[in-house]
């Protein structure tokens, strides 16, 4: 599978953004995805995952009550809806496919990054 990141882009804090991850290749079902990210001079985080039919999300503590991930299989995309954004969720944002796992594990499918800046 291929994965194809988008929306990143600079937001003021308290502000929203919307990334969306585009899949080509096999059947989109056939995957759990999952959102990480990585800001400059730290390990990359787990942001969030849903599993492959969308029944089940999971999110880390840091974004919960403000992060979204949803999923459209008929339109092979999905979706990190962010808001209350802060300066701390700065970061490059990727997103994550795999066949038999969902979480906060290890995927087998990366995508680009797209940037995410927030400004205080």
């Known amino acids: 599978v291929q994965l194809q990141a988008c929306g990143g882009g600079l937001v003021q804090a308290g502000g929203s953004l919307r990334l969306s991850c585009a899949a080509s290749?096999?059947?989109?079902?056939?995957?759990?995805m999952g959102w990480f990210r990585q800001a400059p001079g730290k390990e990359r985080e787990f942001v969030a995952a849903i599993s492959w039919s969308g029944g089940s999300t999971y999110y880390a503590d840091s974004v919960k009550g403000r992060f979204t991930i949803s999923r459209d299989n008929a339109k092979n995309t999905v979706y990190l809806q962010m808001n209350s954004l802060k300066p701390e969720d700065a970061a490059v944002y990727y997103c994550?496919?795999?066949?038999?796992?969902?979480?906060?594990?290890?995927?087998?499918?990366w995508g680009q990054g797209t940037q995410v800046t927030v400004s205080s």
């Open positions: 994550a496919a795999d066949e038999s796992r969902v979480g906060d594990v290890t995927y087998n499918y």
């Open positions: 290749g096999r059947t989109f079902s056939s995957y759990a």
